[in-house]
């Protein structure tokens, strides 16, 4: 039996989240209260067109009561950390029948980072495919949610650092890793991308997740990350991403339309310590939305209109992703899609 990771802009069956508890990324009880309203707030957004799970750690429930609406379902699991796009599963889909399969990635607290802990959150995805009776398909690859983004036409776009880093897979090669996404996925062409963005390779990073720098918006058709101020490094990185994604074809042999999303005018981080990694491509599709991150910057409207031009049948809401950001990712690293099953 075949399966294939279908696109985000597939139809939805849910929407499953993982709720921030106490651990090393957020340092304080302000730091934690500041993530669980961030959360929250995503939560409410994607709520307005979908179903939604929050996953909540074990003793955590009343936390999450306060904060969320009472139409977000609740189900108690011991966490590490709240990163659901990564420690989540994969859902695939048999094109023949409509049958879910859930793929469970080797999770190790991205490359086993000095700071992570997931012995908890390596068994989520198990977690979640059991609560959805979905059988799982375990993976040796050490991999990510956010470190891949489909077409649903068989490409997969990938980041060097993220697949060949020696302390998420050592030995493997571009071949195996391909090898191995494919089979899992369905997919048939992996486009690589060198690296991430600066910024994702800080203390809380993960060291050039490709769904902060690229994502496919329909077949044929990618945004980018466009930084255009030649002070931030990711000046380098966005011309070199964009040059190599314009001279790509996907699965069916066309050349991609690479549509390049101007970076927030913010330059470093809200403390001020180092290169802001915020991008405006780190956005969530659910069932008739789009959930974009917003900066309190001028450009958040500019982002907002080429993602109305995008999806025109689709509501566009910006939601504050600063502190999301802070925390090391952004709204799509937040939430993870199950497809609707069936043909």
Not at 208 to 221: C, E, M, N, S, T
Not at 265 to 278: F, M, N, S
Request: hydrophobic share 40%; aromatic share 8%; net charge negative.
């Amino acid at each position: 039996m075949t399966y294939v990771m279908p696109p985000e802009w597939a139809p939805h069956a849910r929407t499953w989240m993982a709720w921030p508890g106490p651990n090393p990324t957020f340092a304080d009880d302000r730091e934690l209260a500041d993530a669980r309203s961030a959360w929250a707030s995503v939560a409410r957004a994607v709520r307005r067109h979908e179903p939604l799970t929050m996953v909540v750690g074990t003793g955590q429930l009343d936390s999450a009561r306060e904060l969320l609406t009472p139409d977000v379902e609740l189900v108690e699991r011991d966490l590490d950390d709240a990163w659901m796009r990564d420690i989540g599963p994969t859902f695939v889909k048999d094109p023949a029948s409509g049958e879910l399969a859930a793929v469970d990635w080797t999770f190790n607290g991205w490359g086993a980072q000095d700071w992570a802990r997931w012995e908890h959150d390596s068994k989520i995805a198990r977690h979640v495919a059991d609560l959805t009776a979905t059988p799982v398909h375990s993976s040796p690859l050490v991999n990510e949610g956010g470190g891949i983004h489909v077409d649903g036409e068989g490409t997969v776009l990938l980041t060097e650092t993220v697949q060949l880093d020696p302390d998420r897979n050592q030995g493997w090669t571009k071949e195996g890793v391909e090898a191995e996404v494919h089979a899992r996925i369905g997919t048939s062409k992996a486009i690589w991308l060198p690296r991430g963005l600066t910024g994702d390779y800080g203390e809380f990073g993960t060291r050039g997740h490709v769904d902060i720098v690229a994502a496919f918006a329909a077949p044929g058709v990618v945004v980018v990350h466009s930084q255009r101020d030649p002070a931030h490094p990711d000046f380098e990185v966005s011309r070199e991403v964009t040059g190599l994604l314009s001279g790509a074809t996907d699965a069916q042999g066309r050349p991609l339309e690479v549509v390049e999303v101007p970076a927030p005018t913010r330059l470093t981080d809200d403390e001020d310590e180092g290169w802001a990694d915020y991008s405006y491509i780190n956005h969530y599709l659910c069932n008739d939305g789009v959930v974009l991150c917003g900066f309190d910057d001028p450009n958040d409207e500019q982002a907002a209109a080429i993602f109305r031009r995008l999806f025109p049948s689709r509501a566009v809401t910006l939601v504050d992703a600063r502190t999301i950001f802070a925390a090391g990712g952004g709204i799509h690293c937040i939430t993870q899609q199950q497809p609707v099953a069936g043909v």
